[in-house]
């Protein structure tokens, strides 16, 4: 039996250790002991990209932007979804991350950041998506843990009021945000709909493929509810939510 072998460490903005092992074929990044990701499981990574970017196929010259780098599913889906013309932006917070999928992890999807189409920024993503009016297509979050942040107390700032409706006003006309999350939350969507005013589909996937027990979540949402993928389900408001919805439509149309 071939053992599981620590390759790299780094430390989290929160000081935090983050360490990437290797056993055979296989990589595994955990925190402070925790797996977070696993190249045994990237269906739900791959779902992210065909979910966000659905709308996208047969597109002339696409942009998108990728919120989390993590083994390079996400991105390696994306770029196989889009024609030559497409432009992909790849935002991740930590460098260590962008060393290891260079020097380790890049031959799990034949090196995507190699690809020309791709653009990588290095650095915090809300204060990217702020500066970039109308300019992406889709938009696709798979930052620490989703909702529930694991690596950085300052990533929940993306999940907030705040860091969604930024995506809603970086997104072109008809452009979809999809975010990723390893557990559902009803606080989330709550936010995404009545709070943000999107039209939103949530979806539930597995972890793997052909997996029935593990399952992760993506909600994919947009202004334009026409755009949104078919098969997921649409969260409701409770009444309380439906009335601080009414009348927050009624104060912006006044």
């Not at 935090?16 to 296989?26: I, P, Q, T, V, W």
């Not at 005013?197 to 399952?215: I, T």
């Amino acid at each position: 039996m071939k053992p599981t072998v620590k390759i790299a460490t780094t430390r989290t903005p929160d000081g935090g250790e983050m360490e990437l092992y290797k056993h055979d074929r296989d990589f595994t990044i955990k925190i402070n002991d925790q797996d977070l990701m696993s190249s045994r499981q990237h269906e739900s990574e791959l779902e992210l990209a065909r979910l966000g970017c659905a709308h996208l196929v047969g597109s002339k010259a696409p942009s998108v932007l990728i919120g989390g780098l993590g083994l390079g599913y996400t991105l390696r889906q994306v770029l196989d979804m889009l024609g030559p013309h497409a432009k992909v932006v790849v935002s991740e917070l930590l460098s260590s991350v962008v060393e290891w999928n260079r020097e380790f992890l890049g031959e799990l999807n034949g090196q995507p950041l190699d690809d020309k189409r791709v653009d990588l920024k290095t650095g915090d993503i809300v204060s990217l998506i702020m500066r970039s009016k109308s300019q992406f297509d889709a938009i696709l979050l798979d930052v620490d843990n989703g909702p529930s942040a694991m690596t950085s107390s300052e990533n929940s700032r993306l999940y907030s009021y705040e860091g969604i409706m930024a995506c809603r006003y970086a997104l072109r006309k008809h452009g979809c945000l999809a975010v990723w999350s390893a557990e559902p939350s009803k606080k989330f969507e709550r936010l995404l709909v009545g709070g943000c005013g999107l039209h939103v589909s949530r979806f539930r996937v597995p972890a793997y493929k052909g997996s029935k027990s593990q399952s992760r979540f993506v909600w994919v949402a947009s202004e334009d509810k026409r755009v949104l993928p078919p098969g997921g389900g649409e969260p409701r408001l409770s009444r309380r939510d439906e009335s601080k919805e009414s009348r927050r439509s009624f104060r912006e149309g006044h």
